[in-house]
């Protein structure tokens, strides 16, 4: 100020114009202070002053002491050298202590400032250092800018002035009983009970209370006999109830073989997923307390779930782009638009896949050609090059590992590389599984996984898109929801010089995953491996009693050379031709009626049967996949299920087959 009325200027209009700038530096300091936990935080730091003087110096005596204290303390060699060079610094651009306060007593904002930049430890937050000196610029230049002012008017109160520090981005909580409906869901799998079911009893009568100790010979003849019955009935009626679960529902002639008490009964859910883990559970939940389940919707500095998510997703399988999607058919259709793909352009792919796989293509825009698949259950790559050969005009190929088959992928580069198509992977049934010495998904320019409810990770619904290939990452990234600047909150994707205007020119369909199924992944892709060799072991086990017991009936499908790690969580059966169509009916009944669902690939209903993809039809008969489909029957392999079930498991197939072949006289 002094400098100011040398010149001239006005002493009010110099107080009111200074008044001014430190309401300007006031503004910054709250949304500083309300961008760390609390400001309390910075009071916490000082070792160096007592809480007395503290007090004395925030709360001041209105006539300047508070801030003749602080000028005062700052002398003192106690304090470290960056924060008494700071305050010296703002200081001497100052007015005089007096010239702090407000006619309310309190202390302005620089001098706040001068407390926080004394007590905060430059050694270790040096980053905060130009903050300060930018308040200081404030007071410095006051002078400058208001030397001419001759605006009198009333000095008004700092005090006078309202300041919002609460986050305006804060979402609604979920209610409480949102909160302990989601965790129930996510603990049905594990609060599931086993029951032992055998052909003397099924239902165990109403014990007594000590019914532990009681003898089942204390029952007479009569009750042992209407026990029996009424546990036959209510079995019987608890299969037929799944019926409507099935593909390929029990034939209307099916009825209950003869000789019940000898069979074998599967008593475990089929549909059973895999759990979400305790961990994933109670983030989750921590998630649903703060109501932060959209991925943008973090602080600036910190990573969405979702963003972390991606990141371990994309270490596992070695990718260096990864982009989470509201479901793995999104991610599919993503594959295809932003690599190139026009409306009516042709795309290559399995006639043997799941229903999502064609439904993505026609979303894309684009017209499915379909490629035979052989007994192995992987598109055949002598059909595949007689397509190309057929359609010089397609260019994108995408291959679907179904069921975690892999096909011979290093012919199928070769191949595409020859005709100049785009290769694209379908991993949603090949998380785990490995080609050579990488990941299943690098032998195209991009792979979608998924994490459906049935997948080896498990959101209910979900999907990824990963890719080495910056651009793809950065279209997925945008087209997914990442609008205006808000791909600078993905950890997995390219820099802004590769997003350049893509916000502004590519289309915003909202299909990002949330931080809430995020949650629930991440705690499974830590077990993966675990997982894979458990069902591993149980499949070798189950596919060992198959063969051994009804071998010269069936045949296993065998895998690719060059698949170095498999991930059998299913099971896939070919019967052999002299099954007639009657007869693999009749197996199906039988498996059904012994509690194992077991499909049938080629069901007039089957969603992976081609012949019921009426929204994207094959153009030319496919008769090798047509006959594979219609003896392929398929049964999943629950994690949850014990090793003795699977034991059941393989005597109701071994039982239900050998019935079926001597109910036919077949050998």
């Known amino acids: 100020e002094q400098p100011a009325l040398a010149e001239g200027g006005s002493q009010q209009g110099v107080s009111t114009c200074a008044h001014t700038h430190t309401r300007n530096a006031h ?134 002035r309202t300041y919002v520090t609460r986050d305006i981005k804060t979402p609604d909580p979920v209610p409480e009983e949102g909160q302990q409906a989601a965790l129930e869901l996510m603990k049905t799998t594990t609060m599931m009970n086993r029951f032992q079911i055998s052909a003397a009893t099924i239902f165990q009568p109403s014990w007594p209370t000590n019914h532990k100790t009681t003898p089942k010979t204390n029952l007479d003849e009569h009750t042992q006999h209407s026990t029996m019955k009424f546990s036959l009935i209510a079995l019987s009626t608890l299969l037929l109830s799944a019926d409507a679960l099935l593909s390929n529902p029990l034939s209307q002639k099916a009825g209950v073989s003869k000789g019940l008490s000898d069979r074998t009964y599967v008593t475990r859910d089929i549909k059973t997923p895999d759990p979400v883990p305790e961990e994933g559970q109670q983030a989750a939940l921590e998630l649903m307390k703060t109501g932060r389940l959209y991925r943008y919707n973090v602080k600036p500095g910190e990573d969405s779930v979702v963003s972390l998510c991606e990141q371990e997703i994309a270490e596992y399988m070695g990718f260096d782009y990864c982009v989470a999607l509201n479901s793995c058919g999104s991610a599919l259709m993503l594959l295809l638009k932003t690599t190139g793909l026009q409306p009516g352009d042709k795309v290559l792919s399995n006639a043997f896949t799941f229903g999502a796989v064609p439904s993505a293509i026609e979303h894309a825009g684009g017209k499915a050609v379909y490629v035979e698949s052989n007994m192995d259950h992987v598109i055949s790559v002598a059909d595949l090059e007689k397509k190309l050969e057929a359609h010089p005009d397609c260019g994108h190929v995408l291959i679907s590992h179904m069921r975690g088959k892999v096909a011979d992928m290093t012919a199928i580069k070769e191949l595409c590389d020859k005709h100049d198509a785009i290769l694209l992977e379908d991993c949603a049934h090949s998380l785990g599984v490995r080609w050579g010495d990488k990941h299943t998904g690098h032998m195209g320019k991009a792979c ?50 590769v997003f350049g205007n893509k916000p502004t020119e590519l289309p915003n369909y909202s299909i990002r995953m949330s931080n809430l199924a995020a949650a629930v992944v991440r705690p499974q892709i830590k077990t993966l491996d675990e997982r894979i060799a458990k069902y591993n072991k149980r499949y070798n086990d189950l596919v060992e009693k198959l063969e051994a017991a009804v071998g010269d009936h069936i045949i296993m499908p065998q895998l690719t050379p060059g698949v170095t790690q498999m991930v059998h969580d299913s099971v896939q059966i070919n019967l052999k031709p002299k099954f007639t169509p009657e007869m693999i009916q009749d197996f199906l009944d039988e498996c059904i009626a012994h509690g194992l669902p077991v499909e049938l690939f080629g069901h007039k209903s089957n969603a992976r049967n081609f012949v019921n993809w009426g929204f994207a039809p094959a153009d030319e008969p496919l008769p090798e996949t047509a006959e594979m489909l219609k003896r392929a029957v398929d049964c999943r392999m629950p994690l949850m299920w014990d090793d003795e079930d699977f034991d059941d498991m393989a005597n109701v197939l071994i039982e239900s087959m050998q019935s079926v072949l001597a109910k036919h006289n077949v050998e």
């Open 448 to 497: 979608a996984v998924s994490s459906q409810s049935y997948k080896m990770i498990n959101s209910g619904e979900g999907g990824f898109l990963l890719t080495n290939d910056g651009e793809i990452a950065a279209q997925t990234a945008v087209i997914a929801g990442a609008y205006e600047g808000l791909a600078g909150k993905h950890k997995m994707v390219p820099g802004p010089e």
């Open 27 to 160: 503004s910054i300091i709250h949304s500083f202070r309300s961008s760390i936990p609390s400001a309390s935080w910075f009071i916490a730091r000082s070792r160096r002053m007592s809480h007395a003087d503290r007090q004395r110096i925030l709360a001041g005596d209105g006539r300047g002491a508070g801030a003749r204290d602080l000028h005062g303390w700052t002398e003192d060699k106690s304090v470290d050298r960056m924060g008494r060079a700071a305050v010296a610094q703002t200081r001497c651009c100052d007015p005089q202590p007096a010239e702090y306060f407000s006619g309310h007593g309190r202390l302005s904002s620089s001098t706040i400032a001068l407390v926080l930049a004394a007590e905060i430890d430059f050694d270790k937050d040096s980053s905060l250092l130009p903050l300060l000196l930018l308040l200081a610029s404030y007071h410095r230049t006051a002078s400058c800018h208001c030397a001419a002012s001759n605006h009198a008017t009333p000095h008004r109160s700092l005090s006078d």
